[in-house]
């Protein structure tokens, strides 16, 4: 059974970058097409933000794209994820997903709160 | 963008009550429409993929229907854990868009 790891700075500075990284154990990386970030503000719904293809190909929110670089590791077997110029707006927890068969979001990490606040 | 207009935004019902979430694509996804619930603090977990399908594991009373642009989540008979907010997403091309999410309240 597939497993999801996310791990990061739980605050970062408005202007500065944030930096996540998702652990995936239990599949390999390359097994699966498709690797996701979600984040949800707080109290807010659910926001796609990107994916990430195991050959590194991307594909982002346009809302994001100017400021948003997912990646894949396969050798560590995971993705990261940085978001550049943040502000308050991107208070949230993030979560990373899988999306497996069924072009769906079958696995899903436990999620971690990342405060942009001075 | 393909817009996903989730309603209703919350509501009220009662153990054994028949629930009904709806979500309408703002243009054509063919089935590519999952749905997720999600309960305080928790990850989101997937109910329904391919709009149909119900994912193994999950309860029988959970199930999907698909008219054209329009798709519906419906509980058969709320049961006590099912009080969550549920969430629709397109999958069918990027962004791969939400719903705005509905939260099934007690009555």
């Known amino acids: 059974q597939v497993q999801l790891q996310e791990s990061g700075p739980g605050l970062v500075k408005p202007s500065e970058t944030l930096s996540l990284t998702c652990a995936v154990s239990?599949?390999?990386?390359?097994?699966?097409?498709?690797w996701t970030w979600v984040r949800q503000p707080p109290g807010k719904g659910l926001q796609w933000m990107g994916e990430?293809?195991?050959?590194?190909?991307?594909n982002y929110d346009p809302a994001l794209k100017s400021r948003i670089s997912i990646s894949v590791d396969s050798s560590k077997n995971q993705i990261s994820l940085q978001l550049n110029s943040v502000t308050a707006a991107d208070t949230a927890v993030y979560y990373c997903?899988?999306?497996?068969?069924?072009?769906?979001?079958?696995?899903w990490g436990q999620g971690t709160l990342v405060t942009v606040s001075s | 963008d393909i817009q996903m207009t989730q309603s209703p935004p919350s509501l009220s019902a009662s153990v054994g009550d028949r629930v009904t979430i709806t979500c309408r694509a703002s243009?054509?996804?063919?089935?590519?429409l999952s749905w997720y619930q999600q309960k305080p603090g928790k990850s989101p977990e997937l109910l329904i993929y391919?709009?149909?399908t119900l994912r193994s594991g999950v309860p029988s009373r959970f199930s999907g229907t698909e008219s054209g642009t329009d798709f519906s989540l419906i509980i058969s008979s709320l049961q006590p854990e099912d009080f969550a907010t549920y969430y629709c997403?397109?999958?069918?091309?990027?962004?791969?868009?939400f719903g705005h999410g509905t939260k099934v309240e007690v009555k």
């Open positions: 239990g599949d390999s990386i390359r097994s699966s097409g498709w």
């Open positions: 997403q397109q999958t069918y091309t990027t962004p791969r868009t």
């Open positions: 243009r054509n996804i063919i089935s590519f």
């Open positions: 990430v293809h195991h050959t590194g190909t991307n």
């Open positions: 997903a899988r999306l497996g068969q069924g072009t769906t979001l079958d696995s």
């Open positions: 391919g709009a149909t």
